[in-house]
């Protein structure tokens, strides 16, 4: 695997590590969840490593969707607890997490 894409890897896992270490409590679960989307994310950019720039928004997706049956809807709105925040865009560069309910762009990936 080329040096970028390790590098991109290990960004979104300090990205998204920072996310949960501010909004949840990281179990040994929770981090669990966030390594299984990193190597399933290694094995998806080794073969296109033009990929790299989406890691981010991908690895936060996947958490997101792996943690949701133990810990529920995650991250969660800073306005209204009750909204979860999206990642914006889907598949893309530079991703953000959204209330799409009341407040918009909340923050980048990595900086909740």
Same mark, same amino acid.
């Given at each position: 695997? $080329? ?19 501010? $909004?949840?409590? $990281?179990?040994?679960?929770?981090? +669990?969840?966030? +390594? ?22 991908? #690895?936060?997706? +996947? ?20 909204? $979860? ?15 799409? +309910?009341?407040?918009?762009? #909340? ?6």
């Amino acid at each position: 695997m $080329t040096t970028d894409a390790e590098a991109a890897l290990a960004d979104a896992r300090a990205r998204v590590l920072h996310d949960l270490s501010a $909004t949840l409590p $990281t179990t040994p679960a929770v981090i +669990d969840a966030l +390594d299984a989307a990193i190597s399933d994310r290694r094995e998806w950019v080794e073969p296109w490593p033009a990929g790299a720039s989406y890691l981010a928004c991908l #690895v936060a997706q +996947d958490v997101q969707e792996a943690i949701a049956p133990s810990v529920g809807r995650w991250p969660r709105c800073r306005i209204n607890g009750d909204h $979860t925040l999206h990642i914006e865009p889907d598949l893309g560069e530079d991703p953000r997490w959204v209330c799409e +309910d009341c407040s918009g762009v #909340v923050a980048a990936v990595g900086e909740l």
